[in-house]
């Protein structure tokens, strides 16, 4: 398809689109680079493979991919490739319509989905949810920069060379620094938070809460910014129908707009997809409001910012958008976004101009300084660890992509110049690379999970309650959890913890089921499993929900259950069966989780295998025939202690099998005594025939294999320990057939697919930071 158009009645513009190939011109085959679409083919093309090859090796010393971008870009610029000047002439004589015109519109999209999306996954409440201290870090840190950037502004412009830039445009410039330095975007602040993997940390919702307060101010400051350019600039009359342009934007987008979202989310049945046809018409209304901001002289992305504002995060609008467009938006239209922008970066401009930028340079020092300080002063007030207040103070100050963004639209604009600009992303990238290393030495909220104090279930006292912490992920996981509830006669505290895959959110929730939250979790299953978890009989029940990235849930589940003292965590493991015993599914999510929480956890976990006769069998008029298997070491002494609190419960009969193996241990291993007073306590408790005690004696790992099975047979709950220490058999033959390695080899041989048995399994492992 080709186009002709013509300037002044008399210079033909011809815009090609797509070409013949190769073989249009054989003598010259670059001709093809004449039509816009392999131009832009090519570009997109030189893009990706120098991001591929610079992350290949940036990787190997753990930087994200968004330094990748800007490097690539860098190279493709004026230094080396300056591969925009290359491609301005190829297409048109029209400068709106050069070579560039295409990647530009790509780079534009991709902002404007950024913006929008990133809006969208961010709660409302976050703000003013997390205490005063957000809000007063928030506003510290733009008001103190910014005031403070302002009283130093007029310095030093005396000796400004006239050909950088004129006096009025320096000050207009320095303005620009002050208060870019000054802001906080969202968007930086949540890709380091995610990439550290603390953003459900407390130092994370700190961070996020005080940057959206920020950045109210922040936009409000630009606004009025553009309109007082625009009023001293261009004319008083278009300053006011800007005004009034932005005033009815707001009014169209909250008294139409929102209205109509709302009844999508009515008419969605819960569960149900929202209908493709609102998904893109959403984002067609939001190109649309990108078109009307830019018409009425404000950037383009404050229309994509209030429509953002207006759509519910998570299921069932958040949740369709994110499914069909955030892929598309960050893999390929950002990185295209940010190549492009760094492409107009000129390395060179900072050493002819270090003179006239110099105190530029010192300004965007100054106010960081100022940043970090107010950031910090508040947090050191409210006691915060010094560490912790010198990460949160970074995170405030870092400057990444989304910051790339705003200086281009400057830079468009003339209010920077090209040596500030590059300056600028110089910074962004040093910040993009350095800081995530920077804060992982800072700030580790692993830490908070190291046992100081032992946290399991043979350290309890003898007459205190026991603690435990059961998680559910799916309706299958409620009974099973129930069911083992039950069978401790005596009161039990427990605090059960729904965990919800977060999806078209970006901020994890951690809600406690009261009266004051219920409106926020509108999950029929979530009531229903409270619902059922309350009718237990003498027990204290605490219950909560925690809206979390999967990679994330082991903090929430740590966090709480160090909060609650709590001796034991009970997790599902991951593998599903259906009533009669038949193996259905396998949640691989779940396993990862499990595998996290083994290493990181504050005190013991029980892993619950449901084969789901033990989950039928829960009611009270069910007999429940509960085997411990005991080989020795840590583990087996926490499962056997977990299993004396059974012993009261008249519909439990508990029997202890020693396995026993011809392996020689010497008499005065500590473990060996430990494992030794512990059986003759049993012996001691047999007496009253609470607990049945007998002996398997074996050889090798096939005689263990086969008294497993056997084993299996005769019981409705086999509970073993994961570890066996020096004590284990010779496992030779088992490990090398291990599938759930998180099981151990015995609980991987009662959780086989294979196994004809309707046995359950709870896998136990003693905390093992002390």
Same mark, same amino acid.
């Given at each position: ?34 039509? @816009? $679409? ?10 990706? !493979? &120098?991001?591929? %090859?610079?992350? /290949?090796?940036? +990787? ?41 015109? @295409? $990647? ?10 950024? !913006? &929008?999306?990133? %809006?969208?996954? /961010?709660?409302? +409440? ?126 169209i987008v909250f008294l139409i707009f929102r209205p109509i979202v709302e009844w999508i989310v009515e008419r969605t049945p819960e569960g149900k ?19 009307y901001s830019s018409f009425f002289n404000m950037k383009y992305l404050l229309g994509p910012f209030f429509m953002g504002i207006i759509i519910p ?458």
């Amino acid at each position: 398809m080709n186009t002709t158009t013509y300037f002044h009645g008399c210079i033909p513009v011809v815009f090609n689109i797509s070409s013949y190939g190769f073989w249009e011109n054989l003598n010259s085959p670059d001709v093809i680079f004449g039509y @816009s $679409l392999p131009l832009m083919e090519l570009q997109i093309l030189l893009i990706f !493979a &120098f991001i591929v %090859t610079i992350h /290949i090796f940036l +990787r190997c010393i753990g930087i994200s991919p968004v330094p990748s971008y800007m490097l690539a870009g860098l190279i493709l610029g004026p230094q080396l490739f300056d591969l925009r000047e290359r491609s301005s002439g190829k297409l048109s004589w029209d400068p709106v319509l050069d070579g560039n015109a @295409s $990647l530009r519109g790509l780079s534009v999209c991709g902002n404007i989905m950024l !913006a &929008f999306l990133m %809006t969208v996954k /961010i709660s409302r +409440r976050l703000a003013f949810h997390n205490g005063w201290l957000p809000i007063v870090v928030g506003i510290l840190t733009f008001i103190v920069p910014f005031f403070g950037g302002l009283c130093v502004r007029n310095l030093y412009t005396s000796n400004i060379d006239p050909h950088y830039l004129p006096h009025k445009k320096v000050l207009a410039e320095r303005t620009v620094i002050i208060s870019t330095q000054s802001s906080i975007l969202l968007p930086t602040v949540t890709y380091f938070l995610s990439e550290l993997k603390i953003l459900n940390s407390e130092l994370g919702r700190l961070v996020l809460s005080a940057s959206l307060i920020n950045d109210i101010f922040g936009c409000l400051v630009h606004i009025l910014a553009y309109l007082r350019g625009t009023y001293k600039n261009i004319s008083p009359v278009t300053a006011y129908r800007d005004l009034i342009g932005v005033i009815v934007l707001i009014l169209i987008v909250f008294l139409i707009f929102r209205p109509i979202v709302e009844w999508i989310v009515e008419r969605t049945p819960e569960g149900k997809p929202v209908a493709d046809v609102y998904v893109h018409g959403a984002v067609l209304s939001v190109i649309a409001s990108a078109v009307y901001s830019s018409f009425f002289n404000m950037k383009y992305l404050l229309g994509p910012f209030f429509m953002g504002i207006i759509i519910p995060e998570g299921p069932p609008i958040g949740s369709a958008l994110e499914a069909k467009y955030e892929a598309l938006t960050m893999n390929v239209l950002i990185p295209i976004s940010i190549a492009f922008s760094t492409m107009r970066c000129d390395v060179m401009k900072i050493i002819y101009e270090y003179d006239d930028i110099m105190y530029n340079i010192f300004l965007i020092a100054f106010t960081g300084v100022l940043k970090m300080a107010a950031g910090m002063v508040p947090c050191l007030y409210c006691k915060v660890p010094l560490k912790e207040s010198i990460a949160a103070s970074l995170l405030l100050c870092t400057k990444s992509f989304s910051e790339i963004f705003l200086y281009e639209s400057t830079f468009d604009d003339s209010y920077i110049s090209q040596a500030t600009y590059t300056f600028l992303i110089l910074c962004a990238l040093i910040n993009s690379g350095v800081i995530p290393t920077a804060l992982a030495g800072l700030y580790d909220p692993k830490k908070k999970y190291i046992g100081y104090q032992k946290r399991n279930i043979m350290n309890l006292k003898p007459n205190s309650d026991l603690s435990i912490l059961t998680c559910v992920h799916k309706p299958e996981n409620i009974s099973a959890a129930i069911s083992f509830l039950q069978l401790f006669p005596s009161s039990i505290m427990v605090t059960v913890l729904h965990l919800v895959k977060l999806i078209g959110k970006i901020v994890p929730v951690l809600i406690s089921h009261n009266e004051k939250t219920k409106r926020l979790v509108n999950n029929s299953y979530i009531h229903t499993a409270n619902l059922a978890f309350s009718k237990l009989e003498s027990v204290t029940m605490t219950m909560f929900t925690a809206l979390t990235h999967e990679n994330l849930m082991h903090d929430d589940i740590c966090m709480l259950a160090l909060e609650h003292a709590t001796s034991m965590i009970i997790i599902p493991s991951g593998r599903k069966w259906a009533i009669d015993g038949t193996f259905e599914s396998e949640d691989e999510a779940i396993r990862r989780l499990n595998k996290s929480l083994l290493q990181n956890a504050p005190c013991s976990i029980g892993i619950l295998v449901d084969r789901g006769q033990f989950s039928c069998r829960g009611t009270k008029r069910y007999h429940i025939n509960v085997g411990v298997l005991f080989i020795g070491g840590k583990d087996d002494r926490e499962a056997l202690s977990l299993v004396k609190k059974m012993k009261h419960n008249p519909r439990i009969k508990v029997t202890v099998i020693q396995v026993i193996s011809n392996r020689e241990t010497e008499a005065t291993d500590w473990e060996y005594i430990l494992d030794h007073e512990v059986l003759e306590d049993l012996r001691n408790t047999e007496a009253s025939n609470c607990i049945s005690y007998t002996e398997r004696i074996v050889t090798g790992g096939p005689e263990v294999a086969t008294t497993v099975r056997l084993l299996s047979e005769a019981y409705d709950l086999m509970v073993l320990g994961r570890d066996h220490g020096m004590a284990q058999p010779d496992f030779d033959g088992l490990k090398e057939w291990t599938e759930l390695p998180e099981l151990g080899v015995i609980g991987d041989l009662l959780a086989a697919r294979d196994l004809d048995s309707r046995v359950s399994v709870l896998v136990v492992q003693q905390q093992q930071q002390t």
